[in-house]
């Protein structure tokens, strides 16, 4: 009997077969549906913008993270979320800054995994934002030649970028500035303009109904998203139909399926209990709404799942399940 | 009577086929026997022979120490080698005595140890029960005359038996049911007398439905025992959620179950009560599962208690070329062991070999804050949580968040995509927790 090759470790001495860097990468490899419409619409250029947004990622984490920490996925997830809410048009230096700023000051600053309190993507989209606000308001329209690029992509860094292509505004854009509705089929297609990969809400659908199915994702925050915008859109627009579009527009257009299924499930910024990610899911969508109908900016998605993040600890607090025993007491009471 | 079930839990792979179709059989004994005078929970027992004394099978080698305690006796006929420290299944060492088993001599019943249970009065068979040294048999070992003799000031109204067995590999509860469901009812029979109840529920999870049927078949006429189906889940044999699904009572949080007015016995202590009135012979041999991936003829034997696990494991064939880790108990809560010579005590319900693709990986990743533990956690708290505050060394805050309903069962660790020691990290917690304590009041 050969005892000295056995081990001795603490109970349980066996574990589900899912683990973190699973469960980030089939995320990640979820993805790529959306990839590849983006690619479908946009051409070469979302490929390029996406490549760029990720490289930042994970050069920094390489170079600033944990050792390994690239093992783990999350980096990539970072780098490819940020890639789809860029316009297909981004010079792809900003891009690939984004994508640096957002894991750098977005989660490696904070301690690495598990450890930032915003989500890291929409950090170093809200970067971007304040830094580019032309570069990434500027929307080209989709089709067209694959390889023909939908902007001054190459464009050297710090240098005005020249652009000649056409643009198109974006569905919210249209409807907020120039009282201009989009067909429901464009925006459920995603022929329309936006973001790499805010355009297709069908395909994005079914990668959330897919990672929900494999468990990786937690249905009770996009779910709540969705349905609050609905409702609360549906209502504003009941009540003021020329300020607020209807309620299937509000929920199928912009960056909402994307934000609600990709970025409202980031296990690390979102509440930990279920009852917290319906109060999380609840909080984003009325702040959706009151930034898409009463704010200067036609999209709201990212700054309502920002400011969400920043309650999560507090909707932790207040949503600890009672323990087993107490709650029965409770009720008698 | 409906089926409430408990929340939670988890769903590992039951591995319950390597052995839930092999009868029951009786190793032979060993050469030589180790046994722990701490078998049980609460006081060990007192050393009552020194090396040399010839003893007889069912002597007793070590008397009760008190009332939360149980003798310990001789389980084969030999001769006294040694008493020294041996080490013990959980991991310490413990005070043994060592028998050199007597090759020739008859190892037969003999004049009673234990009265016959018919005329006997509620004391004289708690008295009988724990002289017979009879403890809980599903794993924690807490002797089973001290839950016959509850406080007088709690009545008890259901007798609620544990064969829900929900650890995996493990199949002693099920053969066992299976093989002697009469002696089940009869210990069934001898502790509702004892406990004064009119009724009794044996929940016995859906996977063991020959159990059920044996259990059906053979149940007494004239007592109100139920037989009750229970969903297969983790853990469903711990006490609480047990009775919640037998029940659909939750015991209070820090409170004893008899404060619902039930008391749990499993199902092995019933037919060890059984099987001790029967022979009149003490608890001196159980029921054992012998099983794992890295074991080569796995098997449910009859084990004298003080068998040593070398030799356990070298009658069942030895272990693989790929075996890894040696546990006494089932893989969730069971004790993993670094010393073969450990021997099989009363508590023992299975010894699982876990070939090495079975076993955690080393790597531990960063908390994602999944809540797939919260989902898990059948008393609801919050591990996530919990596992941060117990790296940073914050037990007094961990004790606010309920860390003393935390019962180990392991199912955050197992469900933990990160691989972090949850439970571990609780147990290590609680003991702190009870130091700084005892510090504290000292």
Partial sequence: ?333 | MAFFGFAHGVHPPEEKELTSGLPIRRMPFPDELVLPLRQHAGKPATLCVKVGDKVERGDPIGLADGFMSVPIHASAAGTVTAIDWWPHPDGTMAQAVHIAVDKYAPQVPRPRLVPRWEGLTVDEVVKAVQSAGVVGLGGAAFPTHVKLAPPKDFTVHTLIVNGAECEPYLTSDHRTMVEYPERVHFGCRIMMHTLGVKKAVIGVEKNKPDAIAALERTKPKDLDITIMPLTVKYPQGAEKMLIQSVTGVEVPSGKLPVSVGVVVQNVGSLAAVAEVFDTGLPLIERIVTVTGHGLRRPANLIVPVGTKLKDLLTYCDGITADAAEVIIGGPMMGLSQANLEAPVIKGTTGVVVLASHETRGETVYPCIHCGRCLDACPVFLNPSWLGDLARVKRYDDMAEFHLADCMLCGSCSYVCPSNIPLSQLFQASKVMLRRAQQAGAA
């Fill in chain 1, 1 to 333: 009997m050969i005892a000295n090759k056995l081990i001795v470790t603490a109970s349980p001495h066996v574990k589900s077969v899912d683990s973190t860097p699973r469960i980030m990468w089939t995320v990640a490899a979820s993805l790529v549906p959306v990839i590849a419409a983006s690619a479908f619409f946009f051409g070469i250029s979302a490929l390029l913008v996406i490549f760029a947004a990720t490289l930042g990622a994970l050069l920094t984490e390489r170079l600033l993270g944990r050792p390994l920490s690239l093992r783990d996925g999350s980096a990539m997830i970072t780098g490819l979320l940020l890639g789809l809410c860029l316009p297909p048009g981004i010079p792809m230096w900003m891009a690939f800054l984004g994508g640096a700023f957002g894991i750098g000051f977005g989660k490696v600053i904070w301690g690495g995994l598990g450890q930032n309190g915003f989500n890291p993507a929409l950090i170093g989209r809200a970067f971007l934002q304040t830094a580019f606000p032309v570069a990434i308001t500027t929307w080209p329209k989709p089709g067209g030649n694959f390889f023909a690029l939908k902007g001054d992509l190459f464009a050297f860094p710090f240098m005005h970028p020249v652009s000649d292509v056409v643009t198109s505004a974006t569905p919210l854009g249209l409807f907020k500035f120039e009282k201009l509705p989009t067909p429901l089929l464009d925006l459920v297609l995603g022929t329309t303009g936006g973001s790499v990969g805010e355009t297709s809400a069908i395909i994005i659908i079914l990668c959330g109904v897919f990672l929900a199915w494999k468990g990786y994702l937690n249905w009770r925050s996009p779910v709540s998203i969705v349905v609050t915008v609905f409702l609360l859109g549906g209502l504003l627009h009941l009540i003021n139909p020329a300020k607020a579009p209807d309620a299937l527009f509000m929920v199928f257009s912009g960056g909402l399926m994307l934000g609600a299924v990709y970025m409202a499930t980031d296990m690390v910024t979102v509440p930990t209990t279920n009852k917290g990610r319906w109060v999380f899911g609840i909080g984003t969508g009325v702040l959706v709404v009151v930034i898409r109908v009463y704010g200067g900016l036609p999209e709201g998605v990212m700054y309502a799942i920002l400011i969400m993040n920043a309650f999560t600890p507090l909707i932790n607090n207040f949503t600890q399940p009672a323990v087993f025993g107490t709650r029965t007491l409770k009720e008698a009471k």
